[in-house]
């Protein structure tokens, strides 16, 4: 061969070795590569975690209701009229007696002061009456005391003790007869006086009887009058809100118009449907919790106030009312809410905190942690007691529960306490 074959001869061969080491160590690399992908290092989560614990968990009975006005009344006028002015609105707090709708009352009070004149002139025309027969006030009536008939009543007993007299002085003859019989006509002529006089005494007392009746008409009317003219002020009977206001200024309403409606909502009641087998469970003055959807983060507090003594035929049913506590007028009549009726007996149970739980695809799940290892177990939760939560199935007492990053756990990860 030539120098220049040999030369190429050379290159091809080095050309060739580098091109074998190239594709060796690509080979090499791609290896390590695909061991490295294949055998990774698991991620370890860390967490803290407490054991479930038994509690002693009080028991209820609950149900649903809506809420509704502890009382509740419709005011209306007992008297017709025009509305002069109007005190309050929907939503105004009333106190009992303060004044809610005022009437025109310029008739009513000319109608007291008419009232009144008649009374003064009833009551002059029974003292001039009584002046007749000089009877004070108070004093009981005697004929006797009338100076007319006191008068007669002296002259009869002088004709008397004349006529006397003379009957002696004619038995012994110091006397005629036609003298008696002067004294005797006397005598019969004063009695006659003094039985005209008692007459006239009686009836003029009769005067005064019918005259002391007509002042009491006169004051009974008078008393009417000045009440019909407080009527014109129509006023709470009782405090709490009003609710509606129908009555306006210059309306023209009458007794069986409503003006107002006033409710008294501390403590509103409750209405509650007890199954016939939880009647026994069911007693006046226990607790009950009241929730509603308004205030999802509170509960409100009451009592059993009233339980009716029959079971509703149709349902089976046992009618319970509640008092729920309402000082400062949060809850509202209407309001839908559920209640808890606090029963005497508790019951043990599976507690765990609320942040334990974690929803899956509608279903609840707890991280037990073992051996280093969360399993994911499905459970069924149930009353909620502060920040624990009831574990009615799928954990019991003791097993250790992860409570933190709860949503980066899966079953079967590691973790570290």
Do not use: W
């Amino acid at each position: 061969m030539t120098r220049s074959q040999l030369l190429k001869l050379f290159l091809v061969l080095a050309l060739a070795t580098i091109a074998v080491g190239a594709l060796s160590a690509c080979k090499r690399s791609n290896g390590q590569t695909n061991a490295a992908s294949a055998s990774p290092t698991p991620a370890i989560i860390e967490i803290t975690s407490m054991a479930a614990v038994s509690r002693q968990l009080p028991q209820y009975f609950e149900a649903t209701g809506s809420l509704a006005a502890n009382e509740q009344t419709d005011v209306a006028p007992e008297t017709s009229g025009k509305v002069a002015a109007v005190g309050v609105d929907i939503g105004t707090f009333v106190k009992k007696g303060q004044t809610l709708v005022r009437l025109e009352d310029a008739d009513f009070k000319d109608r007291v002061q008419q009232a009144q004149a008649q009374v003064e002139q009833a009551k002059a025309t029974l003292e001039q009456n009584r002046a007749k027969i000089g009877l004070r006030p108070g004093q009981k009536f005697n004929p006797e005391n009338v100076p007319e008939v006191a008068a007669a009543r002296a002259a009869l007993d002088l004709a008397e003790k004349n006529l006397k007299r003379s009957e002696k002085l004619l038995e012994s003859g110091d006397v005629s007869k036609a003298s008696y019989d002067v004294q005797k006509s006397q005598r019969d002529q004063a009695s006659e006086q003094y039985k005209a006089l008692i007459h006239q005494a009686e009836q003029n007392f009769a005067t005064v009887a019918n005259s002391q009746a007509a002042v009491e008409v006169a004051q009974a009317n008078l008393s009417l009058t000045k009440r019909n003219l407080t009527y014109t002020t129509i006023v709470a009977p009782m405090s709490g809100y009003v609710s509606d206001r129908p009555a306006d200024v210059g309306e023209y309403i009458s007794p069986q118009q409503k003006v107002a409606t006033i409710v008294n909502i501390n403590p509103l009641r409750v209405k509650i449907d007890v199954p016939e087998q939880a009647i026994p469970q069911i007693h006046q003055g226990e607790s009950v919790s009241v929730a509603v959807s308004a205030y999802t983060d509170r509960t409100f507090s009451g009592r059993v106030a009233r339980i009716s003594p029959n079971v509703t035929a149709t349902s089976r049913t046992l009618s319970v009312e509640a008092d729920v506590d309402n000082p400062n007028g949060e809850l509202k009549p209407g309001q839908f809410a559920t209640i808890r009726v606090l029963l005497p007996q508790s019951a043990a149970a599976v507690m765990v905190p609320q942040r334990a739980l974690r929803t899956i695809s509608g279903a609840t799940y707890v991280f037990v942690i073992k051996n280093g290892f969360a399993q994911q177990r499905l459970v069924q939760s149930g009353q909620v007691e502060g920040d624990m939560v009831e574990i009615k199935s799928g954990v019991t007492t003791d097993e250790v529960i992860a409570i933190s990053n709860v949503d980066q756990l899966s079953d079967g990860v590691a973790v570290r306490q």
